[in-house]
């Protein structure tokens, strides 16, 4: 079964600060792996897709890698500003029977980015 | 539409009351999901659809949970007899297909009292 662990489960940083969110996952057979933001009571918005082949997507100050062989995907923040605070989630897309690609999430990271 | 929209924003039922949360994907995407997510946690998978085909329905806690997309685009997703623990905020997701990502909805909260 598919397992997603999201490290820290909290953040803080002073504003400016180059940051890194961790994520992990138990089984290698993935078909993509997504990065989202959320904001309090708010959907989820994309921040970047890595598709399996890919091993880095970068979007402005954003960049994930991903190495599917070890299970893990980083998500690199380059000097944070306030407006950057919300849950970061990372999620992994299944192949499955049917390709479904449904979406396992790992629990977030809160970052706070302070002034 | 511009995004994927969810009605209504927010439901208080009563425990026993029958809800229905809606979900319009953007026009054209083929797949639609539902998500559950608690308070603090990750979201939950329920249920996907492909057009008006709902080929995996493995994430739904219980019988009292239904959804349905009868014409291949908007779809409902049905709660009967709602209990506390249902309270959550309910997500839909659309996509064009597997190799392009999801889009979601600003999701519903649902709260049972």
């Known amino acids: 079964k598919q397992e997603v662990t999201q490290i820290p489960a909290a953040l803080s940083v002073p504003e400016g600060e180059n940051l890194v969110l961790n994520c992990s996952f138990t089984?290698?057979?993935?078909?993509?792996l997504q990065w989202f933001r959320q904001d309090p009571g708010k959907g989820l918005t994309s921040l970047l897709l890595?598709?399996?082949?890919?091993r880095e997507q970068t979007s402005g100050r954003l960049n994930a890698s991903l190495d599917k062989s070890s299970g893990r995907s980083t998500l690199y923040i380059a000097a944070s500003q306030p407006g950057d605070s919300a849950t970061y989630l990372c999620?992994?897309?299944?192949?499955?029977?049917?390709?479904?690609?449904?979406?396992?999430f790992g629990q977030g990271t809160t970052l706070q980015v302070k002034p | 539409g511009a995004g994927v929209s969810q009605s209504p924003r927010y439901k208080v039922a009563k425990r026993g009351q029958d809800v229905a949360l809606r979900c319009d994907p953007i026009?054209?995407?083929?797949?639609l999901f539902w998500y559950q997510q608690a308070l603090g946690q990750g979201p939950e998978f329920l249920t996907y659809?492909?057009?008006?085909?709902?080929?995996?329905k493995s994430g739904l806690p219980s019988d009292r949970f239904f959804a349905e997309r009868p014409e291949g685009s908007v779809s409902t997703l049905k709660i009967q007899r709602t209990q506390q623990e249902d309270s959550a905020v309910y997500l839909c997701?659309?996509?064009?297909?597997?190799?392009?990502?999801?889009?979601f909805g600003s999701g519903t909260r649902l709260t049972v009292v």
């Open positions: 890595i598709q399996s082949s890919q």
């Open positions: 997701a659309s996509s064009l297909g597997l190799a392009d990502g999801y889009t």
């Open positions: 089984d290698s057979a993935i078909y993509n």
């Open positions: 999620a992994v897309a299944l192949p499955g029977s049917g390709n479904t690609g449904k979406l396992i």
């Open positions: 026009s054209g995407h083929v797949s």
């Open positions: 659809f492909q057009n008006e085909a709902q080929l995996d």
